[in-house]
């Protein structure tokens, strides 16, 4: 395993990935905010929840970059458009079923059968996250591509 590889790629993979997405909300392709959304898990407090998913999903990265990695290593070899597949696969499971699971656990988010309340006043992202914009499983697929992309090109297999 390329332990350095994993480090620094998968550092410079999530930060693309973090950044796409940033930049896709503040463009207004769509109102989803990944670090946001995380935070609010662990606290009702705005300013915080921002802080705390963005660390968050930086750890999220970089587990997933060592799953990638691990996949590649099995593999043998890594390019681009491997990564670029996996990246595809992961925005898939995340827009499928990982979307549609956080209300089941995620303390302040509503759900499709039961609106809003004072302590659940966020919106439930719904299948593909197509309620926060019919833009956003465009922006998270390619966001996803473009770390798979990263790491792919750039993680070196340990032979």
Same mark, same amino acid.
């Given at each position: 395993?390329?332990?350095?590889?994993?480090?620094?790629?998968?550092?410079?993979?999530?930060? &693309?990935? $973090?950044?796409?997405?940033?930049?896709?909300?503040?463009? #207004? +392709?769509?109102?989803?905010?990944?670090?946001?959304? !995380?935070?609010? &898990?662990? $606290?009702?407090?705005?300013?915080?929840?921002?802080?705390? #998913? +963005?660390?968050?999903?930086?750890?999220?990265?970089? !587990?997933?970059?060592?799953?990638?990695?691990?996949?590649?290593?099995?593999?043998?070899?890594?390019?681009?458009?491997l990564g670029g597949l996996l990246g595809a696969a992961q925005a898939a499971f995340v827009l499928i079923v990982g979307m549609p699971l956080m209300p089941s656990f995620h303390p302040h988010m509503a759900t499709e059968q039961h609106g809003p309340t004072a302590s659940r006043d966020l919106e439930p992202p719904g299948f593909m996250a197509l309620n926060y914009g019919v833009q956003t499983p465009v922006s998270i697929f390619i966001a996803h591509i473009l770390f798979g992309i990263i790491l792919g090109a750039f993680y070196h297999v340990h032979l």
């Open positions: 395993m390329n332990w350095q590889g994993w480090l620094l790629w998968g550092f410079v993979a999530t930060l &693309a990935l $973090t950044t796409m997405l940033s930049g896709s909300q503040a463009l #207004g +392709f769509t109102r989803i905010n990944i670090p946001y959304f !995380l935070g609010t &898990a662990f $606290t009702p407090d705005r300013r915080r929840a921002k802080l705390y #998913g +963005f660390f968050l999903h930086m750890a999220n990265g970089w !587990l997933f970059a060592v799953v990638y990695a691990f996949i590649f290593e099995s593999w043998g070899h890594a390019n681009w458009w």
